[in-house]
Every structure is written in C-alpha cells, then in structure tokens.
C-alpha cells in the first residue's frame, strides 16, 4: 500500500476516537436504532462498532473500502445539498488504509450475510457469512503501519474516554438511539432506549438543562441548552445539521450572549444544507457558513434571552 495513502488517511484518521466518529456517522446514516461500541486498549488493539441499521449488500462490500466510493452521493449537484453525515467515501478506505479492518454485515431484506477483511488496505478475504441484519465493523491494530503515528496515541484509559464523551454527545442529537460503549469487557454505558434531550443531557452533563430556547432567522435555526450558571468554564457541544462541529465563531457568539455567565451548553443548528459548506476538511469537523454573520447574531441574541430569562 502506497505510502502517500497511509499519509492521507492519516488527516482524517488522529485516533481511535475519529475512527469511532466515522463508523458512529456511518451506523446513523445506515438508520442504526442500536448501536455498540467495543473497545480493547482504547481502541488501538481493537474498536468494534455493531448496528442494526441498512446493512451493506454482500457484492458491496469491496465497494465500501474503496476510495470515493460513496453510495450517498450521487452527482455534483448532490455535493451542495448534503443530508447524509458522510459523502466523501473516504472514512471507511482511510481506516481501512491503516488497521486490520473486518466488516460483517446483512443488508435488510437478504437472508445471506457476508463478511470482508482487508489488510493495511489491501482486501484478503470476502465471504458469504450468517449474521444478523445491520452491520459490525472491527478496525484492530490502528497505524500498525504508521509507528510513528502508533506512538502518538495515548494511554488506553485517556483514548477511551475521548470515546466516551464522543458517543454520549452524539447521543445529545440522536437521545432515542440506545448507545452502549464496552470496553475491556465492561459496560461503561448502556443509555435507556427512547431517550429524549432532556434525559440525554443529565446523562451527560449530571444535571438537566435549566433552560431552553429555539429561535430562527432567515432559514436558521438554532436550538439552545443550558445547565444553568455554573462556575468558571463553558463548554460548548456544536452540532450543524446533525455533524458535530468546531467553529470558533459559533464559540465567539457564545461567550459574547453570556457574558460572565458559565454553565454547560448545546447548540444545535439546522440550516439549508446550501448554506452550510462541510466539504472544508478532511475530517469535517470544520465547516463554512455562508452567511456567518446570520448565525453568528442568531446565536448571540438567542444565548443572551436564556440567560437573561426568568428565575430558576
Ligand atoms: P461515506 O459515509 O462518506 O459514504 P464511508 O467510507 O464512510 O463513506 O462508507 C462507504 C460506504 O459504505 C457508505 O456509503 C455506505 O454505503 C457503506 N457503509 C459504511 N458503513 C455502513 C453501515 N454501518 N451500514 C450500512 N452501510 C454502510
Ligand atoms: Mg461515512
């Protein structure tokens, strides 16, 4: 395998945490309403992800680790109106490209199953295989061809945790998908299927939200969540149509609504998918708003009247 490729897939892949964020987008893509995360050594030994979404047709298999091989997107139009969380039919080669990676899968309706496993991106094995309908994809020995990369990981309790609070804040904006993370073959979370947001944020920040507030303009929407004022700090979980982002701007609009007021927050933003450019990054944890002004305001004002809101 190439090494300029290994190189690559090392943009979208950091560690076990964007591999579990890929495979999460792709189980949610596939309708997944279970999904499980399984982890050994914080996931550098092995990361495995079962869901009981679509599942991947048997003669599709191959077809799923190849680059650009995406069956979400089908022309360039299709490029500006992005739905689906993943388009760019890069996740799955990219991991591919760097582990020892096994899919199992059923796709609905069929009775026969399959499986493949690729080595470093090379494809060793495809098979028909019973299981049951959705899909399970193990990724083990992560960059067992990028030592130096390897060596950049953390200690297993750190990696895990860095998965931890990634599926609990996926959980935020999908709380009625049941979510179990196991790892060393304990459970450390297993969240109550038909969860609202409500019920998902105590789970995740140990409090309820103390307020929330939805305001609109020009096409934009942003759902706010507060805890409530706490002291010091104010961490933010950002999603924009459905994709959990980083945007300093949103950050910005953030911290200029509340002021000296901390507490936790959630800011979930729907916008048409034309005014939202995701195809910045590799990893897409990047994007471009096209009227960043329209959020940034949107967001300031909505963040200043829950704050400002009644009594407690
Ligand atoms: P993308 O999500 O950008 O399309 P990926 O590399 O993440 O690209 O996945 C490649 C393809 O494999 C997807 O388009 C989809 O058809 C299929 N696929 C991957 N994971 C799953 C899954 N959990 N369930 C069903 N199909 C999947
Ligand atoms: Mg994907």
């Known amino acids: 395998e190439d090494v300029f490729q290994r190189i690559a897939a090392g943009e979208v892949i950091e560690r076990p945490v964007s591999v579990c964020k890929e495979l999460l987008e792709n189980a949610l893509d596939a309708g997944a309403s279970r999904i499980s995360v399984t982890l050994l050594q914080g996931g550098k030994t092995s990361l495995i992800v079962e869901d009981d979404g679509c599942g991947i047709p048997f003669d ?22 992005i739905g689906t969380l993943g388009f760019r039919g890069e996740a799955l080669a990219s991991i591919a490209t760097v582990s020892l990676l096994e899919i199992r899968s059923r796709a609905t309706g069929e009775d026969r199953g399959g499986m493949i496993r690729s080595e470093g991106g090379s494809v060793v094995l495809h098979q028909p295989l ?114 959990r982002i980083q945007d300093s701007s949103v950050r910005g609009a953030l911290l200029a609504g509340a002021g000296t007021c901390g507490g936790d927050w959630l800011v979930v933003l729907r916008l048409p998918p034309e005014d939202l450019d995701v195809n910045v990054h590799p990893a897409k944890t990047e994007v471009r708003f096209r009227r960043p002004g329209e959020v940034f305001d949107l967001v300031r004002r909505g963040v200043a009247k829950l704050v400002e809101g009644g009594t407690f």
């Not at 309790?157 to 998908?177: C, D, K, W």
Request: glycine content about 10%; charged content about 30%; aromatic content about 6%.
């Open 60 to 81: 599709e298999l191959p077809l799923a680790l190849e680059r650009h091989a995406t069956s979400k997107i089908f022309s360039l139009e299709d490029l500006d109106r």
């Open 130 to 243: 019973p299981c049951p309908e959705g899909t399970r994809i193990q990724v083990e020995e992560l960059f067992f061809n990028l030592p130096a990369r390897r060596k950049f990981l953390r200690a297993p309790g750190a990696e895990t945790r860095r998965v931890g609070q990634l599926i609990q804040e996926m959980g935020l904006i999908h709380p009625e998908v049941r979510l179990t993370l196991r790892s060393e073959g304990r459970v450390l979370f297993d969240t109550e299927p038909g969860r609202d947001t409500e019920r998902a944020l105590r789970d995740h920040w140990g409090c309820g939200a103390a307020r929330s507030l939805s305001v609109s303009s020009g096409g934009v929407e942003a759902e706010l969540w507060w805890s409530g004022p706490k002291e010091g700090r104010t961490p933010l979980v950002l999603f924009a149509n459905g994709r």
